[in-house]
C-alpha cells in the first residue's frame, strides 16, 4: 500500500497547524487529512461563520477548531507528545487583506 505523502514527507500520525478560515485552509486541510496528518484549524471565527468545508470538518470532527488569534506558544502546545508538543507543520493561509497583519515565525534548533 503507497504511503501517503505530503510536499514528499510522510505525515501519517502528524498534527498540522492550519492558520486561516478561508478556502485556501480548508484545501489545505483537505491534503493534510489525505496524507494521514491531524489538524488544528486555528482561527477567531466562530463555528458557524467559518467557510462552509471548514464548517463541515469542525461539525464531522475531522478537524479541531481554536476559535481564537495564533500565538508563538502554539506551535509548542498542539503537538504530539513524541516530539515535545512541538506541531509537525505549520501552514498559514492568510491572505494579505486579512486584518490579523503579518504572523512572524522564528526557527529554532
Avoid at 504511503?3 to 478561508?22: A, R
Avoid at 461563520?49 to 469542525?58: A, G, M, N, S, T
Avoid at 464531522?60 to 506541531?87: A, M, S, T, Y
Amino acid at each position: 500500500m503507497p504511503v501517503p505523502l505530503l510536499t514528499s514527507v510522510d505525515c501519517t500520525n502528524q498534527i498540522h497547524l492550519i492558520i486561516g478560515d478561508n478556502g485556501i485552509a480548508a484545501k489545505r486541510i483537505v491534503r493534510s487529512l489525505d496524507a494521514g496528518a491531524s489538524c488544528i484549524l486555528m482561527s477567531p471565527i466562530e463555528k458557524d461563520e467559518l467557510h462552509i468545508d471548514l464548517k463541515d470538518f469542525v461539525e464531522r470532527n475531522r478537524i479541531k477548531h481554536v476559535q481564537r488569534d495564533f500565538r508563538e506558544e502554539d506551535l509548542r502546545r498542539f503537538g504530539r507528545e513524541e516530539v515535545d508538543w512541538i506541531v509537525d507543520m505549520v501552514f498559514v493561509t492568510l491572505s494579505p487583506l486579512d486584518k490579523e497583519g503579518p504572523i512572524t515565525f522564528y526557527a529554532w534548533s
